[in-house]
């Protein structure tokens, strides 16, 4: 039985500890951010987790030590992944992090690209996998699927991707960098590998929604726009091909397990959850069984994107600055 552990119970923390449970594995430990919460997020996992009895901890490094898990969720708070993620690396354990990979702040983002790197190459040289948490890829056969050939010779797309408002607003910068990587994963399954950046990006900014527009590709070359916000439900997360629109609604079960709906213009089609789909890629794959849904190169490309993106176009908007 494969042994795991949740760096960050609260929030998506608990839904990685959910669905590891439900896909056989043992939830051994969980880490807080403090001793006073440990308690109460072994209550919260004890909701999703049925008969769970892993042990708290508020020391990563403790926990690693005396637990020794075989993989471990970095579901902690973005400035903390590289830390945590290195932690678990080096002692001997598989990854799922959260997106971002790397992130330092609006002021260290050519920081954060150089450690993202130095990461990738330290995951490689240990022989560990690793997966990012970008779910909405694993809804890419289905997409194409619904899509038909249209995918494939695409010239416009537009992806919109929504959370829910948080008490403190998160200025243009480190709103793209919470939810860039989820449409950046979608839009990476229509380029190849070998598509760079784009060398121009307009973007605009307001009331805690960021809309960039650019183009990329060859034969096909693609209008794309990508928009991200906070928002109050309910939320849009979609795709646009070409004038089809394929949106994703998650859906609560009897018993509060989640599954996704992805309806379009004259169908719909209810699939696994996301976020399911990407856990069960990875136990899979540490378990030898399969690869990773998204791994570490796609995990640095999405750092490659999201700073270039950020430095050509918002950055560089005169409206933003």
Known sequence: MLRVAVIGARGFGRFH?????????????????????????????????????????????????????????????????????????N?????????????LGAD??????????????????????????????????????????????SRSLQLVMQARRKPQPAGPLDLWADLGPHPLSLLFRFLSDSDAPPNDCRCSFSDQSLTLHFTVGKEPERQVTIAVARASEPLERSLTIDGLTIRFEAVQEDGGLFRTRLVWNDGEKTVEDLMHSSVRYFVRAVLGEGRVLCDQKEALRQMQWLITLAQKGVISSPRLC
Not at 127 to 138: H, L, M, P, V
Request: glycine share 4%; hydrophobic share 40%.
């Open 17 to 89: 500890a959910q669905w590891y449970a439900r896909l056989g594995c043992q939830v051994v430990a969980f880490v807080s951010s403090s001793p006073e919460t440990v308690k109460q997020n072994a209550e919260a996992l004890r909701k999703v987790v049925p008969g769970f009895n892993g042990r708290g901890y508020h020391s990563v490094e403790e926990m690693l030590t005396l637990e020794r898990p075989d993989a471990v969720s970095v579901c902690s708070p973005p400035d903390l992944h590289l830390q945590h993620a290195r932690l678990a690396i």
């Open 91 to 103: 002692h001997h354990c598989h990854v799922l992090c959260e997106k971002p990979l790397v992130w």
């Open 108 to 153: 260290r983002m050519k920081e954060a690209l150089l450690e993202s790197e130095v990461l990738v190459k330290e995951v490689e040289s240990k022989g560990r996998i690793f997966a990012i948490n970008t779910q909405y890829a694993s809804a890419w056969q289905n997409i194409r699927d619904i899509a038909a050939t249209r995918w494939q010779s």
